[in-house]
T-cell receptor, first 114, second 115 residues
Framework: ETGVTQTPRHLVMGMTNKKSLKCEQH?????MYWYKQSAKKPLELMFV???????ENNSVPSRFSPECPNSSHLFLHLHTLQPEDSALYLC?????????????FGEGSRLTVL | AQSVTQPDIHITVSEGASLELRCNYS??????LFWYVQSPGQGLQLLLK??????LVQGIKGFEAEFKRSQSSFNLRKPSVHWSDAAEYFC?????????????FGQGTTLQVKP
């Protein structure tokens, strides 16, 4: 596999469920990101991990819990979500400290909260 | 604070016509600028990027963009649009530190192509 892979592609969950989104990158990068994409809104940066350490948390509610066990994997654990959390969640990776600055995105996980 | 504005939420052009998508940014230093495209149900794909040097940059799929510092703009252009170009386009400015490459995105412009 190449690039950035996200699973599942679609997820429907109730407000009391606990689920996780998974992201895996095969690009040898060492920085990973979670973005939230809601309809008619700019992409919102949620979390940034560099060298497996969380370096940014943009005031995201605690019902979203990220985990980065190694430089290739990133998870977003979800619990007691609200209907307004329904969105496309995009994972991205980059080479931290690199000069290009380009982010490589996965295809996203479409989350629906009932 | 860094920000990106894409004034046009939705644009419709005829196939074969030229295209220009507008992007204005606010950034305190020399910006790193990007255009990404997102087809329905897909992630974002990089079209082109500007870091320094020539202010006219070429990208994939026949797209180009011009950096104009005096106007704080980075408009995307294509001389002849194809039906497959229908998608959502995002302009972004890079806010980089020594350990991360954070991008600030505009709201996006949806492109519709008429046959």
């Amino acid at each position: 596999e190449t690039g950035v892979t996200q699973t599942p592609r679609h997820l429907v969950m109730g407000m009391t469920n606990k689920k996780s989104l998974k992201c895996e990158q095969h690009l040898g990068h060492n920085a990973m990101y979670w973005y939230k994409q809601s309809a008619k809104k700019p992409l919102e940066l949620m979390f940034v991990y560099s060298l497996e350490e969380r370096v940014e948390n943009n005031s995201v509610p605690s019902r979203f819990s990220p985990e980065c066990p190694n430089s290739s994997h990133l998870f977003l654990h979800l619990h007691t979500l609200q209907p307004e959390d329904s969105a496309l969640y995009l994972c991205a990776s980059s080479q931290a400290g690199g000069t290009t600055g380009e982010l490589f995105f996965g295809e996203g996980s479409r989350l629906t909260v009932l | 604070a860094q920000s990106v504005t894409q004034p046009d939420i939705h644009i419709t052009v005829s196939e074969g016509a030229s295209l220009e998508l507008r992007c204005n940014y606010s950034y305190g230093a020399t910006p790193y600028l990007f255009w990404y495209v997102q087809s329905p149900g897909q992630g974002l794909q990089l079209l082109l990027k500007y870091f320094s040097g020539d202010t006219l940059v070429q990208g994939i799929k026949g797209f180009e963009a011009e950096f104009k510092r005096s106007q704080s703009s980075f408009n995307l252009r294509k001389p002849s649009v194809h039906w497959s170009d229908a998608a959502e386009y995002f302009c972004a400015v890079g806010a980089f530190s020594s350990n991360t490459g954070k991008l600030i995105f505009g709201q996006g412009t949806t492109l519709q192509v008429k046959p």
